[in-house]
């Protein structure tokens, strides 16, 4: 059984951090290119970063420069780092592994940024 379980969400003030996590169990990790979506309250889930196979990331243009993306393949998780953390940063943050055997979505952590 495959699953996601993302964690390190919060409430934070603007201009602080956080790290999210998302352990991986069920699936071969190293062949899964892995990502963070988010979705902010009454709007459509957007890509905030990817990670692929080899280490290669993207980000999205909102958080570049402030958010980082790495992964850890002998733990099979994913890691966050969010820096400079503004109000419009809120959202349920998504992890999603996608494999050549399919895609899979963990439940999502919520981050809330207000002073």
């Known amino acids: 059984q495959v699953q996601l379980v993302e964690s390190g969400g919060g409430l934070v003030q603007p201009g602080g951090s956080l790290r999210l996590s998302c352990a991986a169990s069920g699936i071969i990790f190293s062949s899964a290119a892995m990502h963070w979506y988010r979705q902010p309250p009454g709007q459509e889930r957007e890509l905030v970063a990817r990670?692929?196979?080899?280490?290669?990331?993207n980000y999205g243009d909102s958080v570049k420069g402030r958010f980082t993306i790495s992964r850890d393949n002998a733990k099979k998780t994913t890691y966050l780092q969010m820096n400079g953390l503004k109000p419009e940063d809120t959202a349920t943050y998504f992890c999603?592994?996608?494999?050549?055997?399919?895609?899979?979505w963990g439940r999502g952590t919520q981050v809330t940024v207000e002073s």
């Open positions: 990670i692929s196979l080899g280490g290669k990331t």
């Open positions: 999603n592994a996608d494999l050549l055997t399919g895609e899979f």
